[in-house]
T-cell receptor
């Protein structure tokens, strides 16, 4: 079964750091572009970051310099290192697969909640 | 304020046809394809339409997509109660070194 499972969310103080993980299974992870998308409670979807199969990376302007996306193909895993966290980063974070490199995200994880609060 | 503009709500009765619009600009919809997602309450989004009008496997042909200029639309015909959900459009935006943008979402209510 094709599946993505996120982990690593939690409560962190403003200015703190958190590392999200996304475990992939059921497909050749190394061949796919991967994304992180977030959703604040009661709000819409917001794209955060993308990493291509070749390792090229892209970021939302408000997280550039604070977040780092990476992948470890040998472990079928995607990561999002989040530093200097702000209250505005509070959201459910989803990882998603991009089969055509076109931003059409066909497989999503269940999401992991990140809460930034003192 | 989202880069792509969608009506916050839409509604219809079972069997009706409803359309959800998504308005953008030359830097996003005007020069790139549009994808649509459906999000049922409490669940992760699901890809509903890609490349403007292509349905992934398993999506009923009641759903159709179109694009013209800097706007796109998602049409749902033969509306069913299980179609009640939030719908989001998305596209690549070429400004500011490029980034993916979503619409603000449209909550569809089946009356």
């Amino acid at each position: 079964e094709v599946q993505l499972v996120e982990s690593g969310g939690g409560l962190v103080q403003p200015g703190g750091s958190l590392r999200l993980s996304c475990a992939a299974s059921g497909f050749t992870f190394s061949s796919y572009d991967m994304h992180w998308v977030r959703q604040a409670t009661g709000k819409g979807l917001e794209w955060v970051s993308e990493i291509g199969s070749a390792g090229d990376t892209y970021y939302l302007g408000s997280v550039k310099g604070r977040f780092t996306i990476s992948r470890e193909n040998a472990k079928n895993s995607l990561y999002l290192q989040m530093n200097s966290l702000r209250a505005g980063d509070t959201a459910v974070y989803y990882c998603a697969r991009d089969p055509w490199g076109s931003g059409a995200l066909d497989i999503w994880g269940q999401g992991t909640m990140v809460t930034v609060s003192s | 304020q989202s880069v792509l503009t969608q009506p916050p709500s839409a509604s219809g009765t079972p069997g009706q046809r409803v359309t959800i619009s998504c308005s953008g600009s030359s830097s996003n919809i005007g020069s790139n394809t549009v994808n649509w997602y459906q999000q049922l309450p409490g669940t992760a989004p699901k890809l509903l339409m890609y490349s403007n009008n292509q349905r992934p496997s398993g999506v009923p042909d009641r759903f159709s997509g179109s694009k013209s200029g800097t706007s796109a639309s998602l049409a749902i015909s033969g509306l069913q109660s299980e179609d009640e959900a939030d719908y989001y459009c998305a596209a690549w935006d070429e400004s500011l070194n490029g980034f993916w943008v979503f619409g603000g979402g449209t909550k569809l209510t089946v009356l």
